[in-house]
């Protein structure tokens, strides 16, 4: 059984930086063998696209939202993905999970992705 681990919330002030990490534990799993991408949700809310990292070529995408305050990125030798979070804002406030899509192509849809860690939560203060 794979299961994603996320780590690296907390509770930031408005401006600052988080940097989440998404490892897996389990079986064998590759994360050069899916699409990885990075959701968040706050209460009642559905959960939404954050970010994308495509698995053969290093593609990157994006939610508008996040645009030019999220980096996603793999390091292939710790077999992690990460997104880097900058100019954090209030907004910002959700759980976020990682989740992994065997998928041809990336999508933003989260049931195309399989697996999925259990969240971070990060909190932003004004």
């Known amino acids: 059984q794979v299961q994603l681990v996320e780590s690296g919330g907390g509770l930031v002030q408005a401006g600052g930086s988080l940097r989440l990490s998404c490892a897996a534990s389990?079986?064998?799993?590759?994360?050069?063998?899916?699409?990885i991408g990075w959701f968040r949700q706050t209460p009642g809310k559905e959960r939404e696209f954050v970010a994308a990292f495509r698995r053969s070529t290093g593609d990157t995408y994006y939610a508008d939202s996040v645009k030019g305050r999220f980096t996603i990125s793999r390091d292939n030798a710790k077999d992690t993905v990460y997104v880097q979070i900058n100019s954090l804002k209030p907004e910002d406030t959700a759980v976020y999970y990682c989740?992994?899509?065997?998928?041809?192509?990336?999508?933003?849809?989260?049931?195309?992705?399989?697996?999925w860690g259990r969240g971070t939560q990060v909190t932003v203060s004004s």
């Open positions: 389990g079986r064998s799993f590759s994360f050069s063998s899916y699409h």
């Open positions: 989740a992994a899509s065997p998928k041809s192509l990336v999508t933003r849809n989260p049931n195309d992705y399989v697996y």
